[in-house]
């Protein structure tokens, strides 16, 4: 059974159009993640936070937001999507621990795959 | 971060032991390290965690030598449907979590 979901799965737009892709998680983890995809490719970090009101830049640049208001809750935003954002979006989450055991384990969700035509 | 080297790809049959290695040289003190397995258009999942000596799951064995500069990911007896890409992780870098390019494991029947 999931415990991070996203949606949606799958979303095709236009160019212009703002879009949200949610991604909530019931495990009560303080970390969350957003990495970008494109198909065989390597995931790249995009975003982070460590917790509620905390938002940090990963590793590489995108033109997405992300907000951290509520523990659970990790939404991605991109006020006006082009043909170059298309790829699939990530969203993973672990608890806060950097060092020892459990650090470093990530619970992916099953992805958002956007299309901007 | 510790850097990691892995394979770039490996093609292996159906029933035979696959083993994937992967050299962390810096590795730090208190980092450990955890392989990860990502199916197309899925993401990745979590598959061991180890520090030191020998880790075993369900689903696969961790090998780390005593100095920790490599370990080894083995997978017993590997159907089509372990064809996947794997990932080795070791520490982390200003608090961020890199994906490397992984091994692309390919089994054959």
């Known amino acids: 059974e999931a415990d991070i979901y996203q949606t949606p799965r799958y979303l095709v737009i236009g160019t212009g159009k703002k879009i949200t892709l949610e991604c909530s998680q019931t495990m009560g983890h303080d970390k969350m993640y957003w990495y970008q995809q494109d198909p065989g490719m390597e995931l790249h970090l995009i975003h982070y936070s460590y917790g509620v009101n905390s938002t940090e830049k990963g590793d590489l640049s995108s033109e997405s937001t992300v907000s951290r208001i509520r523990t659970e809750h990790f939404p991605l935003t991109l006020e006006s999507a082009r043909p170059s954002h298309t790829s699939q979006y990530l969203c993973a989450s672990s608890k806060r621990s950097l060092t020892g055991v459990g650090a470093n384990v990530l619970t992916f969700g099953a992805g958002s795959r956007l299309t901007v035509l | 971060l510790a850097k990691t080297t892995q394979p770039i790809s490996m093609d292996s049959y159906e029933g035979q032991e696959v083993n994937i290695t992967c050299s962390h040289n810096?590795?730090?003190?208190?980092?450990?390290i955890t392989w990860y397995q990502q199916f197309p258009s899925q993401g990745p999942r979590f598959i061991i965690q180890g520090y030191k000596t020998k880790v075993t799951n369900e689903v696969a064995s961790l090998f780390i030598p005593a100095d920790r500069k490599s370990s080894t990911l083995s997978l017993p007896r590997v159907s089509l449907s372990d064809t996947a890409v794997y990932y080795c992780?070791?520490?982390?870098?200003?608090?961020?979590?890199?994906f490397g390019k992984g091994t692309r494991l390919h089994i054959l029947p």
């Open positions: 810096n590795i730090a003190t208190n980092d450990y």
């Open positions: 992780l070791v520490g982390t870098r200003d608090d961020k979590i890199i």
